[in-house]
């Protein structure tokens, strides 16, 4: 499948709608010729596989494959939160939640009220400081104390 550069922009544009739209096997199917046509680079927009990526991981449980798709829509298009969105469930998957916490944070710079972003942070949870900051979070005091704290607080 050898596409120009406008027809392939047009084709992941397409594949991308139809995710969003929840076809997933259909608009997995064009970005995968799109991007098996024109490899992984910048000619794409980041969007398209960042949408690749969440879906391989998703469907087909290729996670290490759609993490990589993911993490190079960031890098292609940094300010596209969808693309943060999607690195952030593939993370998920890869049970990343420190990678997971980042992509959301990063994502919600760009669009505070994305509400994937927003869904995924309250699925998730929000962790408080440890109680002893200069120790680890994983101390047995400060495992101890915030036990204590949070039984208190009735959560």
């Known amino acids: 499948m ?27 199917q064009i970005l995968g010729r799109v991007v098996e046509a024109h490899g992984v680079s910048s000619e794409l927009p ?19 494959d759609g993490l990589k798709l993911c993490e190079h829509a960031v890098k292609v298009q940094f300010y596209e ?8 469930r593939v993370r998920m998957l890869a ?5 997971v916490v980042q992509s959301i944070a990063r994502g919600l710079k760009l669009d ?20 002893i900051p200069f120790l680890s979070r994983d101390n047995p005091l400060n495992r101890l104390l915030g036990r204590i704290r949070h039984d208190l607080s009735g959560e």
């Open 112 to 131: 505070a009220n994305h509400e994937g972003l927003r869904a995924l942070r309250q699925e998730i949870g929000v962790r408080r400081r440890p109680i």
């Open 46 to 64: 980041g969007i398209a596989y960042s949408y690749l990526g969440w879906g391989v991981a998703k469907a087909q449980r290729r996670v290490r």
């Open 81 to 88: 939160p969808d693309n943060h969105w999607n690195l952030a």
């Open 2 to 28: 050898a596409t120009g550069g406008f027809e392939a922009k047009q084709l992941a544009e397409e594949g991308v709608a139809l995710c969003r739209r929840g076809e997933w096997d259909k608009g997995i």
């Open 95 to 99: 049970n990343d939640r420190r990678g």
